[in-house]
């Protein structure tokens, strides 16, 4: 059998028509878009699939029409692990089941899928490759330097689309970052427990002065296995005196935390085992921390923001970040449009789904006063009409700010 080659001995590109820098979601539903219309495109990823990525691997609702436009929600559901309802439950132990279209899938398995399936439809992947710089070329960038084992390899591209999630240092490299601290952090880990794999089927979120400000989860993989996990997805509204600093959330308290006062939570951990570690990831929220593009460069999934601020749930927002980004660049390449109105129609996208954000940032208050928990869930549990409101936050039909806003609070005991 004769040995793989080296990186020095593999054919590396030297330019193509479109490099996206990061192969999790938002990069490979750019890159998959964009080489589905026949756009010649190169995914360059620091890391070889399949690869462990830490996150709450909820697949609600956006996620599910984002992998319908990708054409890969069939194949993400033989293997995720489908659910019906979420579990709200609040400190005072009332639970509120809402119903909506779900699933749970390890992202090891998902980015993998999506990156297979922009292979698939003719992107051509990279060995591991670390973003260094942008080329710049008269006051645009014109392709990237990356690192392949110990050499720098230079790829020009008419666009470079940085889809490198929430750590900064590609967006500081490339002159994007307008916030090095994340909006929100998170720790999670994965328990393999059988004897509750009947037991908990939904997808349950808590709320408790203990997590305060933010909330704990446990989301059913397949074969036993359990996403246990903290967050804190905070705003510059939710904490008194300014954003909360990293050094003040100690998430190994919180989930200790978590494993008392939520029965089930105990449980797991004290039934089962650990499935590797517990793994702790920063998030960037509300659409803000980063420019969203510069001539010949766009920046695009949670690198730009794309997690909701109330839910920490980001994986469908940033697939349909990144199919906008690949829309206006195939728009403008159709039409032949310049590389500021390219820029324009992304820009303009994002405005139109930024209120949006916007409404999930003001009901991050429920994180900080989890009481408001406990009076949605009781109110909900007495009228058809919230339940629906509520389950409206699913598929984003419901307001979230209109719910926990003092009209909505009125509302809770009047309808």
């Known amino acids: 059998m004769n040995p793989a080659p080296t990186t020095a001995e593999i054919a590396l590109p030297g330019a193509c028509e479109v490099l996206v820098i990061g192969a999790g979601p938002a990069g490979s539903a750019c890159a998959r878009t964009l080489a589905r219309a026949g756009v010649d495109v190169v995914l360059a990823d620091q890391h070889a699939f399949p690869r462990d990525k830490i996150c709450g691997d909820g697949l609600i609702p956006d996620a599910f029409a984002a992998l319908r436009t990708l054409g890969v929600l069939d194949e993400v559901m033989a293997v995720a692990q489908p659910a019906s309802h979420v579990g709200c439950i609040g400190p005072r132990g009332g639970r509120l089941d809402v119903p909506g279209t779900m699933a749970v899938l390890p992202r090891r398995q998902l980015d993998d899928i999506l990156c297979k399936a922009a292979l698939r439809a003719g992107a051509r992947m990279l060995p ?154 920063p998030l960037r929220c509300a659409l803000e921390g980063a420019r969203y593009s510069r001539p010949g460069l766009i920046v695009t999934g949670e690198a730009a923001g794309s997690t909701y601020s109330f839910t920490g749930e980001g994986i469908g927002k940033a697939m349909q970040t990144a199919i906008h980004a690949a829309q206006a660049v195939l728009a403008g390449r159709a039409d032949g449009r310049d590389d500021a109105a390219v820029r324009a129609d992304y820009e303009a996208r994002l405005a139109a789904l930024k209120p949006r954000f916007d409404m999930y940032e003001r009901a991050n208050r429920i ?47 009047f309808e």
Request: hydrophobic share 45%; with cysteine.
């Open 128 to 281: 591991p490759a670390r973003f260094e710089a942008p080329i710049e070329e008269g006051g645009a960038v014109a392709g990237a330097r990356l690192r392949i084992g110990d050499a720098t390899h230079a790829i020009r591209a008419r666009w470079t689309v940085l889809a490198t999630g929430a750590v900064p240092q590609a967006l500081i490299a490339a002159d994007m970052c307008e916030r090095r601290t994340p909006s929100g952090i998170a720790l999670r880990g994965y328990v393999k427990n059988d004897s509750m794999a009947g037991r908990l089927k939904t997808l349950d979120i808590v709320w408790h002065r203990r997590l305060r400000p933010g909330y704990g989860w446990i989301f059913p993989c397949r074969g036993g296995v359990f996403n246990i996990g903290v967050g804190i997805a905070h705003s510059h509204n939710t904490l008194e005196g300014g954003r909360l600093k990293m050094k003040d959330a100690n998430l190994r308290e919180v989930f200790a935390a978590f494993t008392e006062v939520h029965a089930p939570a105990r449980e797991l951990m004290a039934g089962g085992s650990l499935v590797g570690e517990l793994k702790g990831a």
């Open 367 to 413: 994180n900080v006063h989890p009481w408001l928990a406990d009076l949605v869930i009781w109110r909900a549990n007495k009228s058809a009409r919230l339940l629906r409101r509520v389950a409206g936050l699913l598929d984003e039909t419901s307001n979230p700010g209109n719910i926990v806003s003092l009209r909505g609070m009125r509302k809770l005991f």
